[in-house]
Structures are given as structure tokens and as C-alpha cells.
């Protein structure tokens, strides 16, 4: 790797750190409305690497594109680096994408000309940042940091679904964006092609210091990432740290319930905050019963590990599955919070 890092240029000098404040978005059309998103407050700092994960019909390519500044939200603040995308004007949005943000949609033929090579793909995708008087290295470099140097003059209908996306991917980081944000990147590819693109998205991260967020159904991609977000129903409903699965406190101070809790939960259940005493900003949850019988000692049902499991089994029982209880009392449902337990790095 030649290139000089790039870690952190950006919009409007700025870096490429990617944040939203109460996102909403809803599509409109034939008269009825669809609220894809109704919240959402996400952090990536400049650097980091992100999954986002969720079920179909989440809301998570939505997400993307209002971080790529595609369409603008219905209400809410999406901000790259220091420029606020809701308000900016068009030519700032259009200058953003061209040098700043890149985003590869589903599918990689979505992002490559069909009559052009991989290498006059990467080309053309660097012209408007070029014109702009960005400095960017040579076509054949983008292609040799993907692993697609032998293939740069190929016909694009003689590659293999791997290497189609990996020229999406050299196509998307033609312009050395600071922000990378790839839809389900890998999940039309075999293993070894998906770990091949996974290594390359990992390289831009290293490497260039590219923010990327990805999307993906793939339990074992997301294993493999440092940090998950699980998106619900338009909303952030839990995120993943090296394996843990948190549920995440918003700045308006609601809490989702893990889906597996919320099996158990139903609405109207009543819910207290114990604090315990071992420590700082541990709480017992206590429902049900428990939290109505507001000053006995906790006694009933604690369930353990419920932030376990891997980001990817979110949606299911905790890994262990432990239910611990007093075999004499009716095991309401409890749960051992560690607040702040989440390690921020
Ligand atoms: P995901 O990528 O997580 O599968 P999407 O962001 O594509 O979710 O969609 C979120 C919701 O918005 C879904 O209910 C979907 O049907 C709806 N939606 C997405 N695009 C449009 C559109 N162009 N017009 C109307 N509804 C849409
Ligand atoms: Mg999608």
C-alpha cells in the first residue's frame, strides 16, 4: 500500500464520523405513508467499522441512504463529519458524495458500467472528485488493494459474482471516501468470495481509516465485526460488542427490551429499576409481580445472561438459556442489568 492514509478527511474538513439525532423517514406514495424509520440516534466515529443488522423491512437501507444523503429525512438530523445533510444545500450533497461518501447498493452490478472494465469503472467513479482537484492514486492501485490487480481489464461479464463485487468495491473507494457504506455486500457470494470482500472492506478500514458501515444478514459476518447494530422496526433495538448483544438506553431515555425479554414481557407489564448493592450502576430489573411488590427483597426469577449470545442470534434465547429461580417462587421475570457494562471502545 502506497497511499498516504486518509484517515479522517472529509466533509468540510471535517471527519468522517457519521451521526443521526432522531431520524424519521416515511415514504409516501398512493396516498398511504410507510414509516421506515421512526427515530433513530446512531454514533460511528470517524474509523470505526459497523454492522447493521435486522430483519427485512427493518429499515436499514433507508438508513443507508440518508447517511449517503440520497434522499433527505422526514424529520431528524443525519450529520457526516461536520456537515448536517437535512439542511445542506444541494451542491454541498453533491459535492459529499462525489469525495466524501460513497455508497455500494445491493447487488454489485447496481454500481459498475457494463461496457466499462474494472479498471475504467474505477477510473470514471473518480472523475468528479478529481475534477474537484482531489488527489487520488491510480486505478490500477484501487483495484491491487481489493485483490482484483489480474482482472483489471477483464470484460466485466467474464467475472465471478466475487470479483464483481470486489470492482464494486474498488469502484466505491475509487474516490478514497473517509465514509463507506455498503448495502448486504457480501450475501450473494459463496464463503471464500464473501471472505475475500470482508477482508477488502477490512483493509479500507485499516488501511485508509474509511468509517464503514455494512449491512448484512450473514451471522457469521457479524460475528466478525467489532460492533453490531440491530435495527427494529425503524428503530436502533440493540447493539452488539464483541459478541455481546446490549439493549441501548436512547437520549430520550427509553429502553428497548431485547426481543427475547419482550416474549416475556407484554405490554403494560409494570417494571422497576432495583438498584444492587455490589456495585455502581447495576440494576435488577424486576417485572410483573416483582416490580409491584416494590420493597421486598428481589426473590423470584433472575434471568441469566440475557445480553449474551452473538450479535447475529439477537433475536433468540440467551446463549445459555438459564433461567435461575428460587424454586418456591413463580419466576416473574427479572434481569440483571449492568448499566454501562458495554465496553466503549
Ligand atoms: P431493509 O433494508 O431493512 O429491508 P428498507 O429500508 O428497504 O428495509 O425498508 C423499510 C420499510 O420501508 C419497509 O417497510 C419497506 O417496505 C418500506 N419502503 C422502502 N422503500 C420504499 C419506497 N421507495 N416506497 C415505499 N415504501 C418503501
Ligand atoms: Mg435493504
Redesign the pocket.
Known amino acids: 500500500m502506497t497511499t498516504a492514509p486518509t484517515t479522517g478527511t472529509g466533509v468540510g474538513g471535517a471527519t468522517g464520523s457519521v451521526r443521526t439525532r432522531g431520524l424519521v423517514?416515511i415514504?409516501?406514495?398512493e396516498g398511504h405513508e410507510?414509516?421506515?424509520?421512526s427515530g433513530v440516534d446512531l454514533d460511528v466515529p470517524a474509523g470505526g467499522m459497523v454492522g447493521?443488522l435486522?430483519?427485512?423491512?427493518?429499515?436499514?437501507?433507508?438508513?443507508?441512504?440518508l447517511l449517503a444523503g440520497v434522499f433527505r429525512p422526514s424529520a431528524g438530523k443525519v450529520f457526516v463529519g461536520d456537515l448536517e445533510l437535512s439542511t445542506a444545500a444541494d451542491r454541498a450533497l453533491d459535492r459529499m458524495r462525489a469525495e466524501h461518501v460513497s455508497l455500494m447498493l445491493?447487488g454489485a452490478q447496481r454500481n459498475l458500467l457494463p461496457y466499462l472494465t474494472p479498471h475504467d469503472n474505477v477510473r470514471f467513479a473518480q472523475g468528479a472528485a478529481r475534477r474537484a482537484g482531489k488527489d487520488l492514486p491510480d486505478p490500477d492501485e484501487v483495484l491491487a488493494e481489493v485483490g482484483l490487480a489480474d482482472h483489471a481489464h477483464d470484460a466485466l461479464g467474464s467475472l465471478t459474482p466475487g470479483h464483481l463485487q470486489l470492482a464494486a468495491l474498488a469502484v466505491a473507494m475509487a474516490p478514497r471516501p473517509a465514509v463507506l457504506l455498503a448495502?448486504?455486500p457480501t450475501s450473494q457470494l459463496d464463503h471464500p468470495a464473501r471472505d475475500r470482500v470482508l477482508a477488502a472492506l477490512t483493509d479500507a478500514n485499516r488501511d485508509l481509516g474509511t468509517t464503514v458501515v455494512l449491512?448484512t444478514h450473514d451471522p457469521d459476518v457479524a460475528a466478525f465485526l467489532p460492533r453490531t447494530i440491530t435495527?427494529r422496526d425503524?428503530r436502533v433495538g440493540g447493539e452488539g460488542r464483541s459478541g455481546e448483544e446490549y439493549a441501548v438506553v436512547t437520549p430520550d431515555g427509553f429502553l428497548p427490551l431485547p426481543l427475547h425479554v419482550r416474549e416475556h414481557l407484554q405490554p403494560g407489564t409494570l417494571v422497576r429499576f432495583h438498584p444492587v448493592e455490589e456495585g455502581p450502576g447495576e440494576y435488577l430489573l424486576l417485572a410483573g409481580d416483582e416490580a409491584a411488590g416494590a420493597t421486598r427483597e428481589p426473590a423470584g426469577g433472575r434471568v441469566g445472561g440475557w445480553v449474551g449470545g452473538r450479535p447475529s442470534h439477537s433475536a433468540g434465547r440467551p446463549a445459555d438459556g438459564a433461567v435461575e429461580h428460587p424454586s418456591d417462587h413463580p419466576p416473574d421475570y427479572s434481569a440483571r442489568h449492568r448499566a454501562g457494562g458495554a465496553d466503549r471502545g
Open positions: 423517514h415514504y409516501r406514495s410507510v414509516a421506515a424509520l447493521l435486522g430483519p427485512s423491512g427493518a429499515g436499514k437501507s433507508t438508513l443507508l441512504n445491493q448495502d448486504e449491512v435495527i425503524g
